[in-house]
């Protein structure tokens, strides 16, 4: 099974950047997945992660150790539509996702 | 291209009662999931299936059931409803390993059983 840990919440200002960092602890890693989930809706695909190293995608950023078992999710120049929760997601060899709680981010103004 | 529906958007419910959330998806994804999202706990699996034809058991597969009679529809039945199913239950699909692999949810269902 997996265990997947990330911060409750956090919050930042406009323009800032934020990182939020998961760790896990699998016994069979077939890649890692950030998803974002605005209140009320279904979460939406952001990013995957199956070798270390970082990937970028425009303002979104995901970054992978697998001898660490850690990822972080880094958002830059936030906005206000940034403010949702980012589920921290593990596959594991049968292609099944355990999620994390997830991470509610907060942008001021 | 819809995506994946499910139905009903919101329902209210008698314990004991019993209930079928539906979902279909139009993508000719092979692999269909259920999951239920409580506050706290995040997204936990009930139940999925890699193909048409198969269904596994997830985390949290007691008092449920599922079927998978072709790709398109992936129904999840609660045979007699507990308070505790109480939950926003969200449906997903992917094809394929790698970020083919990707889940995709529906727009979810909100349950509450009184």
């Known amino acids: 099974g997996q265990n997947i840990d990330q911060p409750t919440e956090m919050t930042a200002t406009e323009g800032a950047i934020v990182q939020i960092n998961c760790t896990y602890q699998?016994?069979?890693?077939?890649?890692l997945f950030w998803y974002q989930q605005h209140a009320g809706e279904a979460p939406t695909f952001l990013s995957y992660?199956?070798?270390?190293g970082l990937e970028e995608k425009g303002r979104f950023s995901s970054f992978l150790s697998r001898s660490k078992g850690y990822s972080y999710l880094l958002l830059k120049e936030l906005q206000m539509k940034d403010s949702a929760s980012y589920l921290c997601a593990v596959r594991d060899s049968d292609y099944k996702l355990s999620f994390g709680a997830g991470t509610t981010v907060t942008v001021r103004a | 291209i819809a995506g994946i529906t499910q139905a009903p958007t919101s329902q209210i419910l008698a314990a004991g009662r019993r209930m079928t959330l539906r979902c279909t998806q139009d993508?000719?994804?092979?692999?269909m999931y259920w999951y239920r999202q409580d506050l706290g706990l995040g997204l936990r699996l009930i139940h999925y299936s890699n193909t048409a034809g198969t269904t596994g058991k997830g985390e949290v597969p007691d008092g449920y059931s599922v079927s998978r009679a072709n790709t398109d529809d992936f129904p999840l039945t609660l045979a007699s409803a507990v308070p505790s199913q109480t939950s926003v239950y969200f449906c997903?699909?992917?094809?394929?390993?790698?970020?083919?692999?990707?889940?995709?949810f529906g727009p979810g269902t909100r349950l509450t059983v009184l």
């Open positions: 997903a699909s992917s094809d394929g390993a790698g970020e083919g692999g990707t889940q995709y």
């Open positions: 699998t016994s069979g890693f077939n890649g």
């Open positions: 992660n199956v070798l270390d």
């Open positions: 993508m000719r994804h092979n692999a």
